[in-house]
């Protein structure tokens, strides 16, 4: 058996130093320290900020829980939930790794090199989940609606519509997910309506995983 020993030469160095150039010291540090790849969210807090949809789905969900225990009010887990899903998080699971990624909390109006202020994780998701009942998801309905509308400057002569539904993965024992033949998944089926000129999504509406009553599969 050969025995290899590494010298302390071997190693790189947390810093390169390089010859000063036009009166500057030059140094390479491989430390990253807090780095993000989701520049993406900065840009949707600045939307949301124009447009208030976030502002617009909180009025829609009544809030069960005590005001004295709350860590994350509900718009900072509806900010969190929206701009990650947006940016191409759609598990809730994802919050566990992004609740301390410095832009996402940026987005959320969190410091975002403070390491006491963390986002929700993704237990909290499945919480909201559970706890958001018909007539919350009626009402946020309502507010896409409200939302689609507020975009125009003055009332069209008339507005086409496009239906068309959607499988929407899921995984474990989550409630109303069944199994879909046509996708070869379970799934929830999701109906989503767009502005069929602009192609503007108007609204959403959650459905079971299962083949609509009466309805054909495209």
Not at 16 to 23: E, H, I, N, T
Not at 30 to 42: K, P, Q, R, T
């Amino acid at each position: 058996m050969t025995t290899c020993t590494r010298h302390a030469a071997d190693f790189t160095p947390e810093q390169l130093r390089f010859p000063p150039a036009a009166g500057y010291t030059v140094r390479a540090d491989f430390a990253g320290g807090e780095v993000s790849s989701d520049l993406g969210a900065l840009v949707l807090g600045a939307v949301d900020r124009r447009i208030g949809l976030i502002d617009r789905l909180v009025t829609a969900i009544v809030d069960p829980r005590d005001p004295r225990y709350i860590t994350h009010t509900l718009r900072d887990l509806l900010t969190q939930r929206v701009f990650q899903i947006a940016s191409g998080y759609e598990d809730g699971n994802d919050a566990n790794t992004l609740r301390r990624d410095p832009l996402f909390k940026l987005a959320a109006e969190r410091a975002p090199l403070d390491t006491d202020n963390l986002l929700a994780c993704g237990a909290t998701f499945s919480r909201l989940e559970v706890a958001l009942r018909r007539s919350d998801i009626y009402r946020m309905a309502r507010a896409l609606i409200e939302q689609f509308i507020a975009g125009y400057s003055s009332a069209p002569a008339s507005i086409t519509l496009d239906l068309d539904h959607t499988d929407d993965a899921t995984y474990g024992q989550q409630e109303l997910s069944f199994y879909n033949p046509h996708y070869g998944h379970y799934c929830y089926l999701p109906l989503l309506v767009f502005e069929a000129r602009t192609g503007a999504l108007v609204t959403a509406s959650l459905r079971p995983g299962k083949r609509p009553t009466g309805a054909s599969m495209p």
